[in-house]
């Protein structure tokens, strides 16, 4: 895929996208980088309605949906040293990302910055933030803020280098949940994830969103499908033990998991021990 012309950026934001148009064009115009948008197969007008109301922003329309795998097409349309991501209903404050180029700048084993993360007009903290903030895993002295093994895609600004290194978001967890996997292959080549609470995304949850059990069921799944790709066989047991105790979303995540296994078995690489190791310290 040809990446954008160079203008001098050093920072993308990508926006992946399905059907939520009237969000789109509302938040589209508050990031203060160019954009890509990844349309995921959209029937609502949503690619026409962005060229009219916004010419500047680069839209890449798919025929069907790839789920969280569109992040990985749209930064490699990209090209810039950093990218950002951003869901349709949500943004990067104003000067952050410039803020946080400058930190992935001083820090070369960074890969994944995660920002704090506003959540309505409230600007309520999402508390995942809270624990992020908390990670036993500490802050190695290379790093910005506490260390990770795993971040929020709508409050992250990424690497390219480390990014395409180890693939991106796969085709086959799509959403959500895909920056498991990510984050695991990130740490096993060596790179850094950390939160910075310093720089903040705004994020105003559209009000088209699935329902609690529908976002269950697909959370399960990827995890599932995680755990196939990346843990050991003991720890993978442990997973699918977990989804049958769940009740009805972890046996439907099973379910729903099953079509992809030859493709998760295809990806299969279990992460090495050190890596194990820092999973346990977060789990325990």
Not at 4 to 11: A, E, I, K, N, Q
Not at 75 to 85: D, H, L, Q, S
Not at 185 to 190: E, I, K, S, V, Y
């Amino acid at each position: 895929m040809t990446a954008l012309p160079h203008d001098g950026s050093d920072v993308t934001v990508v926006v992946a996208s399905q059907n939520r148009r009237a969000d789109l064009l509302a938040t589209l115009a508050r990031h203060e980088a160019p954009v890509v948008l990844v349309d995921n197969a959209s029937t609502d007008g949503t690619v026409a309605a962005v060229r009219a109301a916004h010419p500047e922003v680069t839209v890449l329309p798919l025929d069907r949906n790839q789920g969280a795998h569109g992040r990985t097409l749209g930064v490699a349309r990209a090209g810039t040293p950093f990218v950002a991501f951003a869901d349709d209903d949500s943004w990067w404050a104003p000067g952050d990302l410039e803020r946080t180029v400058g930190i992935l700048r001083a820090h070369p084993r960074l890969a994944v910055l995660n920002a704090r993360i506003l959540v309505g007009p409230e600007e309520r903290l999402d508390p995942v933030c809270r624990e992020m903030a908390a990670s036993p895993l500490g802050t190695p002295p290379d790093l910005p803020g506490p260390a990770l093994l795993g971040f929020v895609a709508c409050g992250a600004v990424v690497r390219r280098a480390a990014f395409e290194a180890v693939g991106g978001f796969d085709p086959v967890v799509r959403f959500p949940g895909e920056e498991e996997r990510l984050a695991l292959d990130l740490a096993t080549a060596g790179w850094g994830l950390a939160y910075v609470d310093s720089v903040t995304v705004h994020h105003h949850p559209s009000p088209q969103r699935h329902s609690p059990v529908r976002r269950q069921v697909a959370i399960w799944r990827s995890r599932v499908l995680t755990a196939v790709m990346r843990l050991p066989l003991a720890d993978l047991a442990r997973v699918l033990a977990s989804a049958v105790r769940s009740g009805r979303p972890g046996l439907e995540g099973l379910a729903r998991a099953v079509p992809d296994l030859p493709g998760a078995l295809r990806r299969r690489r279990p992460i090495p021990d050190p890596v194990r190791e820092q999973l346990r310290l977060l789990a325990s």
